[in-house]
């Protein structure tokens, strides 16, 4: 008769294979921000993880599986940051919007597009979650913004503020814009605050 363990005993093991998952989706995203779709294998994120690559593909069967889930973990933690922060007048909701598409993320979830651009197997799954945060990200912005989006053009404003943001990141990927950046992002404040009230 096989012994019985009890259902305790599978934590520690529940929390080590959830950390280890959130290690590989962590290191997923670090590798494609600095090496691209190209230099980000699953060996090199297994490594810079610290686990093997058979760990690595129990979590993740294939790249595609990892680097998507990299991409949708961190924009979730990046959703989340955005509902935590506390009332702030509409210029420091600007410029965190804008600082969303400033960091290694937004790097990372550039190169999964280009590779998406060109690899027919990549293209449904990311324009599915780009569209899906895509969403999200404008919910989180009106709600920050306290825009009411039944007035007319109000809707186009506040996606206008986050195609200027996303713009903006692509300009500071080859270089440091972040005098510039800032000028915009007081500017567009300042807009938007004459739109919505």
Not at 14 to 27: G, H, K, N, Y
Not at 127 to 136: H, I, M, N, Q, T
Request: hydrophobic content about 45%; some cysteine.
């Amino acid at each position: 008769m096989g012994v019985v363990t009890p259902s305790t005993d599978r934590t520690p093991k529940q929390d080590r294979s959830r950390a280890t998952r959130r290690r590989l989706l962590e290191a997923a995203v670090a590798c494609l921000a600095e090496h691209g779709w190209a230099g980000s294998t699953v060996s090199v994120v297994a490594e810079r993880a610290g686990v093997s690559r058979g760990a690595a593909q129990h979590h993740f069967p294939t790249r595609e599986d990892l680097f998507t889930a990299a991409v949708e973990y961190v924009a979730e933690e990046r959703s989340a940051a955005l509902r935590a922060l506390p009332v702030q007048g509409r210029a420091a909701v600007v410029a965190a919007l804008v600082d969303l598409y400033a960091g290694p993320l937004f790097r990372a979830a550039l190169q999964l597009w280009v590779a998406a651009s060109n690899e027919a197997s990549l293209h449904p799954r990311v324009s599915e979650l780009e569209a899906r945060v895509g969403r999200e990200t404008h919910r989180i912005a009106v709600e920050l913004l306290k825009a009411d989006e039944t007035r007319p053009g109000v809707r186009e404003t506040v996606q206008g503020l986050l195609d200027m943001a996303r713009g903006l990141g692509l300009a500071n990927v080859l270089t440091d814009d972040t005098a510039r950046r800032q000028r915009v992002v007081a500017q567009w404040a300042a807009l938007l605050d004459d739109a919505l009230n």
